[in-house]
């Protein structure tokens, strides 16, 4: 039966004390049975600790087996409080020290407190005999001054508080002995004090009470039968004092530990010896059996090193009659490797940042063995292949460090497999898998997939219209991973890159923001960057280069004959010309390009179609056979300039040409000139249809007059040189071989010469041997020839696309 002793528990709560032991270590008494919640001890304190650092260093205490965790940390007050009841006597048995030992952990950096808890025993426990009832058989012969001895009471407590006396009730026959053997026990014995008398009295009830030292003390109580009978004057002997016994734990049930043997000189009941346990802890019971006849001692329950490594019991061998002896049996349990290393991940940064410098603590391990010596030894290992190492810190702890620098992009998590290994034989191992992850660090600008763009428009394109796209890859995480495109500041042509174009800043398309003209510019470059949503951000850029293709928008530009509209242009074509002479020559420009600009020139309508041809291509004008003299003086071409689009644009002139040799036999030549309405082809073949003869009389009266004509002195002399308007070249026009623009290898101009009524009306021709030579030709203001030409509000230029 247990009693509390709360009264002396609050006593002895009030002398709880502090011992310093080594460095690191602490050392605290507490009683046993405490209330939960009861201050132990301040660590704070003791520790020279402001409290507020137990939360933030992770304080936490650690204990190799999960049941003898009793204390708890306060994290409020740095107090140590007991977390459940602690029972000295479930804990250490009849050890005289009982001491819990677990540690202190700190992290940040990491730090280690042996604690040592010293739990005093407090009277708790009464004395108990073995049995209520002990039975003793003692032959009346029996003489005086004979000693019998009854099981001893135990008391759980230790010290003071267990058993210190025994009493026995006052009677005639017995008194009490209590003496200390060698070992430490007490023998009680039953004195005889008075010879029995077996006819006065058969059985005697002796009542025995054992008291502890404890204040107040407790007491058991244990009834003495005592039968008396006829004379048995020899004990069973022990043929040991002492056995001891050596058993592996893990033993199988069923093992013989040890047989005790104890003999009798008697004869027949009187020397028959039966063995029970004298004195035997509850724990021992449910580990081992006494067989009564036998005297073996064999194994009942399980045995494990780690939970008791030493039984001790007390054995008693009594003959048929009652005289009995004792001997004591101490059995210690040797340890087997049979307890695998247990790893116990006490801390770990998870997500580790992958900007983590090498060295870089991520956790800390425990690793425990609950076997002994060489059996408890362990040594760590981790995989190959993983940028950690473990590191040896303090008793079974480790650091789990990086050993190199961590990149989330290459391996964005780890499964780190730890492996613990004893030193037992066979040794025993144990794994445990770490899973840790690595946090993204913005450490990565957008890369674009290609190094330059080049993208290509053609003019005169849509205001929005997509124009190419650029694509940027980062591969960090979320919105250190998230790509916004812009367009960098920038000019072209003098105004803002924006004004041209725009860029979405999710996708990277890009978009004009203008139509483009080629003519005003034929490529730009600008630059987009790419930049991340990171902390800070990081970017790069990328050149995008755009082209603007041409369209055919531009119609043909006729030089020469001049465009001016008050101008009035002719040459003169010398009535010995050949068949193949230049004439002129049509120059035009085209403000396209390529296959856009290629010219091509056409007569379309001429006085006399077969006198006169020109270069597809070059716009030269030639005669196609030898000037007769049936052709008509006044010779007008009108002829088409196309370019090579598609759809292609064209522009019309007009050639005044006059076959003469000198300006004396030309005539009035105001009716040279055609009315710009009166230019239409349909308008003339209408009229052709109509007039048909009146065309052909007019045809014959032109030529009588023609020759009649060139017998007639000259009409106008020539003061001075009078020109025939040269080509006008726009600056912006540049010449391109063989398209039909204008070409450095010509350079006409037409002229008139003074003198007689046999001058001649000479002209250029470019420079080949099929030309006259420049030098013959004389310039004059081309005013000079209103009057002979006619009113200039009749030029005969005529400048309109064919497709319009």
């Given at each position: 039966?247990?009693?509390?002793?709360?009264?002396?528990?609050?006593?002895?709560?009030?002398?709880?004390?502090?011992?310093?032991?080594?460095?690191?270590?602490?050392?605290?008494?507490?009683?046993?049975?405490?209330?939960?919640?009861?201050?132990?001890?301040?660590?704070?304190?003791?520790?020279?600790?402001?409290?507020?650092?137990?939360?933030?260093?992770?304080?936490?205490?650690?204990?190799?087996?999960?049941?003898?965790?009793?204390?708890?940390?306060?994290?409020?007050?740095?107090?140590?409080?007991?977390?459940?009841?602690?029972?000295?006597?479930?804990?250490?048995?009849?050890?005289?020290?009982?001491?819990?030992?677990?540690?202190?952990?700190?992290?940040?950096?990491?730090?280690?407190?042996?604690?040592?808890?010293?739990?005093?025993?407090?009277?708790?426990?009464?004395?108990?005999?073995?049995?209520?009832?002990?039975?003793?058989?003692?032959?009346?012969?029996?003489?005086?001054?004979?000693?019998?001895?009854?099981?001893?009471?135990?008391?759980?407590?230790?010290?003071?508080?267990?058993?210190?006396?025994?009493?026995?009730?006052?009677?005639?026959?017995?008194?009490?002995?209590?003496?200390?053997?060698?070992?430490?026990?007490?023998?009680?014995?039953?004195?005889?004090?008075?010879?029995?008398?077996?006819?006065?009295?058969?059985?005697?009830?002796?009542?025995?009470?054992?008291?502890?030292?404890?204040?107040?003390?407790?007491?058991?109580?244990?009834?003495?039968?005592?039968?008396?009978?006829?004379?048995?004057?020899?004990?069973?002997?022990?043929?040991?004092?002492?056995?001891?016994?050596?058993?592996?734990?893990?033993?199988?049930?069923?093992?013989?530990?040890?047989?005790?043997?104890?003999?009798?000189?008697?004869?027949?009941?009187?020397?028959?010896?039966?063995?029970?346990?004298?004195?035997?802890?509850?724990?021992?019971?449910?580990?081992?059996?006494?067989?009564?006849?036998?005297?073996?001692?064999?194994?009942?329950?399980?045995?494990?090193?780690?939970?008791?490594?030493?039984?001790?019991?007390?054995?008693?061998?009594?003959?048929?009659?009652?005289?009995s002896s004792d001997s004591k049996v101490m059995i210690e349990v040797t340890d087997v490797n049979d307890n695998a290393p247990v790893i116990y991940m006490k801390s770990l940064t998870n997500p580790t940042a992958e900007n983590a410098p090498p060295s870089t603590e991520v956790g800390i391990i425990n690793v425990q063995d609950r076997d002994s010596e060489q059996n408890g030894q362990v040594r760590c290992s981790i995989q190959e292949g993983v940028p950690f190492k473990l590191v040896p810190s303090i008793k079974n702890y480790y650091s789990l460090v990086t050993t190199g620098k961590l990149d989330r992009e290459l391996v964005s998590e780890y499964n780190i497999t730890i492996t613990a290994t004893d030193e037992g034989s066979p040794p025993l191992s144990s794994s445990k898998t770490v899973h840790l992850s690595v946090a993204d660090v913005n450490d990565n600008p957008p890369v674009f997939e290609e190094q330059s763009y080049s993208a290509y428009v053609t003019e005169n394109n849509k205001p929005g219209s997509t124009l190419c796209s650029v694509t940027a890859r980062d591969p960090d995480w979320r919105q250190n991973g998230t790509v916004i495109y812009s367009l960098l500041a920038a000019e072209v042509n003098g105004a803002p890159v924006s004004s041209y174009l725009s860029v979405n800043g999710d996708t990277g398309v890009i978009h004009t923001v203008r139509s483009f003209d080629y003519e005003h510019?034929?490529?730009?470059?600008?630059?987009?960057?790419?930049?991340?949503?990171?902390?800070?951000?990081?970017?790069?850029?990328?050149?995008?280069?755009?082209?603007?293709?041409?369209?055919?928008?531009?119609?043909?530009?006729?030089?020469?004959?001049?465009?001016?509209?008050?101008?009035?242009?002719?040459?003169?074509?010398?009535?010995?010309?050949?068949?193949?002479?230049?004439?002129?020559?049509?120059?035009?420009?085209?403000?396209?390009?390529?296959?856009?600009?290629?010219?091509?020139?056409?007569?379309?309508?001429?006085?006399?179609?077969?006198?006169?041809?020109?270069?597809?291509?070059?716009?030269?004008?030639?005669?196609?056979?030898?000037?007769?003299?049936?052709?008509?003086?006044?010779?007008?071409?009108?002829?088409?300039?196309?370019?090579?689009?598609?759809?292609?644009?064209?522009?019309?002139?007009?050639?005044?040409?006059?076959?003469?040799?000198?300006?004396?036999?030309?005539?009035?030549?105001?009716?040279?000139?055609?009315?710009?309405?009166?230019?239409?082809?349909?308008?003339?073949?209408?009229?052709?249809?109509?007039?048909?003869?009146?065309?052909?009389?007019?045809?014959?009266?032109?030529?009588?007059?023609?020759?009649?004509?060139?017998?007639?002195?000259?009409?106008?002399?020539?003061?001075?040189?009078?020109?025939?308007?040269?080509?006008?070249?726009?600056?912006?026009?540049?010449?391109?071989?063989?398209?039909?623009?204008?070409?450095?290898?010509?350079?006409?101009?037409?002229?008139?010469?003074?003198?007689?009524?046999?001058?001649?009306?000479?002209?250029?021709?470019?420079?080949?041997?099929?030309?006259?030579?420049?030098?013959?030709?004389?310039?004059?203001?081309?005013?000079?020839?209103?009057?002979?030409?006619?009113?200039?509000?009749?030029?005969?230029?005529?400048?309109?696309?064919?497709?319009?």
């Amino acid at each position: 039966m247990r009693h509390k002793g709360t009264s002396f528990q609050i006593v002895l709560c009030g002398f709880a004390f502090l011992l310093h032991l080594t460095a690191g270590d602490l050392s605290y008494s507490i009683p046993e049975e405490m209330r939960p919640g009861s201050i132990v001890g301040n660590l704070a304190k003791d520790l020279g600790l402001e409290v507020g650092k137990l939360s933030s260093r992770k304080a936490r205490i650690d204990t190799e087996e999960k049941y003898l965790h009793y204390c708890d940390i306060d994290f409020k007050t740095g107090n140590v409080v007991v977390r459940e009841r602690i029972d000295r006597e479930e804990l250490c048995g009849e050890k005289v020290s009982c001491v819990v030992k677990f540690e202190l952990v700190l992290e940040n950096p990491l730090e280690l407190h042996r604690i040592s808890l010293l739990v005093q025993d407090i009277n708790d426990n009464s004395p108990v005999f073995p049995k209520d009832t002990m039975k003793l058989e003692i032959t009346e012969s029996a003489d005086k001054g004979t000693r019998y001895r009854i099981n001893e009471a135990h008391d759980a407590d230790i010290g003071q508080n267990t058993v210190k006396s025994y009493t026995l009730q006052n009677n005639e026959h017995f008194v009490l002995s209590v003496r200390e053997d060698s070992d430490g026990s007490n023998s009680v014995e039953l004195v005889l004090n008075k010879e029995l008398d077996r006819e006065k009295e058969h059985d005697l009830n002796l009542e025995v009470v054992a008291a502890d030292g404890g204040n107040p003390h407790r007491s058991g109580t244990a009834t003495v039968h005592v039968t008396v009978l006829d004379a048995n004057d020899n004990a069973p002997v022990f043929s040991q004092a002492l056995y001891r016994a050596s058993l592996p734990e893990n033993s199988p049930i069923g093992t013989v530990v040890i047989t005790v043997s104890a003999s009798d000189a008697d004869e027949g009941l009187n020397g028959e010896v039966t063995y029970e346990f004298s004195r035997i802890s509850e724990k021992a019971k449910k580990v081992f059996t006494l067989e009564s006849q036998t005297g073996e001692i064999k194994v009942t329950g399980p045995i494990d090193f780690e939970s008791d490594s030493k039984y001790e019991m007390r054995i008693d061998a009594k003959d048929g009659y009652g005289l009995s002896s004792d001997s004591k049996v101490m059995i210690e349990v040797t340890d087997v490797n049979d307890n695998a290393p247990v790893i116990y991940m006490k801390s770990l940064t998870n997500p580790t940042a992958e900007n983590a410098p090498p060295s870089t603590e991520v956790g800390i391990i425990n690793v425990q063995d609950r076997d002994s010596e060489q059996n408890g030894q362990v040594r760590c290992s981790i995989q190959e292949g993983v940028p950690f190492k473990l590191v040896p810190s303090i008793k079974n702890y480790y650091s789990l460090v990086t050993t190199g620098k961590l990149d989330r992009e290459l391996v964005s998590e780890y499964n780190i497999t730890i492996t613990a290994t004893d030193e037992g034989s066979p040794p025993l191992s144990s794994s445990k898998t770490v899973h840790l992850s690595v946090a993204d660090v913005n450490d990565n600008p957008p890369v674009f997939e290609e190094q330059s763009y080049s993208a290509y428009v053609t003019e005169n394109n849509k205001p929005g219209s997509t124009l190419c796209s650029v694509t940027a890859r980062d591969p960090d995480w979320r919105q250190n991973g998230t790509v916004i495109y812009s367009l960098l500041a920038a000019e072209v042509n003098g105004a803002p890159v924006s004004s041209y174009l725009s860029v979405n800043g999710d996708t990277g398309v890009i978009h004009t923001v203008r139509s483009f003209d080629y003519e005003h510019f034929r490529s730009f470059k600008v630059h987009v960057m790419a930049r991340d949503n990171g902390s800070p951000p990081l970017s790069s850029n990328v050149s995008v280069s755009v082209f603007v293709a041409d369209v055919n928008d531009n119609s043909p530009q006729i030089l020469y004959p001049s465009p001016e509209g008050n101008s009035f242009m002719t040459e003169l074509v010398p009535k010995a010309a050949h068949g193949g002479s230049l004439v002129s020559k049509v120059i035009a420009v085209d403000a396209d390009s390529g296959q856009n600009a290629w010219l091509s020139y056409q007569i379309i309508k001429s006085t006399d179609p077969g006198l006169f041809t020109i270069g597809l291509h070059s716009g030269e004008i030639r005669t196609q056979r030898d000037i007769s003299e049936s052709d008509s003086m006044k010779q007008n071409l009108i002829v088409a300039v196309k370019d090579n689009g598609q759809p292609s644009l064209s522009a019309t002139c007009t050639m005044y040409l006059l076959i003469s040799d000198n300006l004396a036999e030309v005539p009035e030549l105001k009716d040279i000139s055609y009315d710009e309405n009166n230019s239409k082809l349909t308008f003339y073949l209408i009229i052709a249809l109509v007039c048909v003869s009146t065309f052909f009389l007019t045809f014959i009266i032109i030529i009588l007059g023609v020759r009649f004509c060139r017998r007639r002195k000259p009409r106008l002399l020539f003061d001075g040189a009078v020109a025939i308007p040269s080509a006008y070249l726009p600056p912006n026009y540049a010449e391109v071989d063989g398209t039909g623009t204008l070409r450095s290898a010509y350079n006409y101009d037409a002229y008139l010469t003074t003198g007689s009524r046999t001058s001649d009306f000479k002209f250029v021709s470019s420079y080949n041997d099929n030309t006259l030579p420049a030098d013959q030709t004389l310039r004059k203001s081309p005013s000079d020839f209103v009057d002979v030409f006619g009113d200039s509000d009749s030029s005969p230029e005529v400048w309109t696309p064919l497709n319009q």
